[in-house]
């Protein structure tokens, strides 16, 4: 059974920081490209920010110098470092697993930015 499961979402300021993790689970989690994205209310779902299985990284306009993407092979776990953070990052935030045809969400973690 496949899982991702997504955590360290929360209410942050404006100008705070987050780091989302993501653990995945019933995959071999180096041969996936990884990514984030996100939906905010009345919005489409995103792409924020997706890392290759090499390790090549790409980022939306709109967040570029402000989150980093990374994985850690061994625990099987994806992050997004979020800095700088804007009431306009609000968000249901998702893993995405995706190698060749097959792809595979997380249930989603909510991102506040609010003072």
């Known amino acids: 059974q496949v899982q991702l499961v997504e955590s360290g979402g929360g209410l942050v300021q404006p100008g705070g920081s987050l780091r989302l993790s993501c653990a995945a689970s019933?995959?071999?989690?180096?041969?996936?490209?990884m990514g984030w994205y996100r939906q905010a209310p009345g919005k489409q779902r995103e792409l924020v920010a997706d890392?290759?299985?090499?390790?090549?990284?790409d980022y939306a306009d709109s967040v570029k110098g402000r989150f980093t993407i990374s994985r850690d092979n061994p625990k099987n776990t994806v992050y997004l470092q979020m800095n700088s953070l804007k009431p306009d990052d609000t968000a249901v935030y998702y893993c995405h697993a995706g190698y060749g045809l097959v792809d595979y969400w997380g249930q989603g973690t909510q991102v506040t930015v609010s003072s």
């Open positions: 890392i290759s299985r090499g390790g090549r990284t």
């Open positions: 019933g995959i071999t989690f180096s041969i996936y490209a």
